[in-house]
């Protein structure tokens, strides 16, 4: 086990702890805290890692003496600073992270994200998402846990559907062409893409090749309400939290919003790309045509 994750199921346990002495179930903390019974269970199973705000509440419902709590938030926030390291937060599981960031996206009400690499996991499809985490488990040395988190990367989408909340996504049309699955899959990338772009509370847009760049596509970033921005990295995952580097890179943001193409433009991107996909299958698959 990884330090990273003996930390984490040490907090685990003494979270767990607290609970058993306030001799409540996990049922009954859960409904005291209104969170479903199973996030208590992936907190004190190590399966996800607890925030600050939780450890707070866990104590206020557990009666749980103040000291003990800035305790358990000094721990968490030692967790935290290894937790940046892509690769611990790998090595601790697929799925664990994916509940991490689930976890974070429950909390906000309107996301800003520009993914220069890869389509953003929020939007991907299921064959996708088992090509990008087969190459993570890969290049990370992951635990083999490729279908949970698949899993778990499929719940998350469920948050799309929520009108209280808002979504801006901006990939340039590169990330619609890098080949990162086999060509049926990303055809099937593509028109979920076109189905999203329908969502009343989803702003789509798509930096066409043609357009003037505002800046070097170095890095894609997620801006969380006004709260911080995460920044990943190959090894290490930035969070940003000074007011200053929000406002840049939502200053960054609305660049990228200035030359991307949206609504029937961004669509007509997509239809592009996909003409452009059913030609290479048609040259890459003669023998479909005899």
Known sequence: MSGFQ????????????????????????????????????????????????????????????????????????????????????????????????????????TFRVFEPGVVIGLLQTTEYARSIFTRIKRLYNAPDEVDAAILVRMRRQEILYDQRKRFRFILPEAVLRYRLAPLDVMRGQLDRLLAVTALPNVEFGVVPFEAPLPSALLNGFWIYDQDHVAVPTRTRDLILRDPEDIVFYERAFDEFCEVAAFREDARAVIMRVLDDFSRQSREESPQLLD
């Open 6 to 109: 003996q930390a984490r199921a040490e907090l685990g346990m003494q979270l767990r702890q607290l609970r058993e002495t306030s001799r409540l179930s996990g049922k009954d903390l859960a409904e005291r805290l209104g969170w479903q019974a199973s996030k208590v269970s992936r907190i004190e199973n190590a399966r996800q890692t607890a925030t600050e705000d939780d450890i707070i509440q866990w104590g206020r419902v557990t009666q749980t003496p103040s000291e003990v709590v800035e305790d358990l938030v000094e721990q968490l926030s030692a967790l935290m600073e290894r937790q940046d390291s892509w690769r611990q937060r790998h090595r601790s599981g697929l799925a664990a992270l994916q509940e991490d960031i689930r976890d974070l996206e429950a909390r906000t009400t």
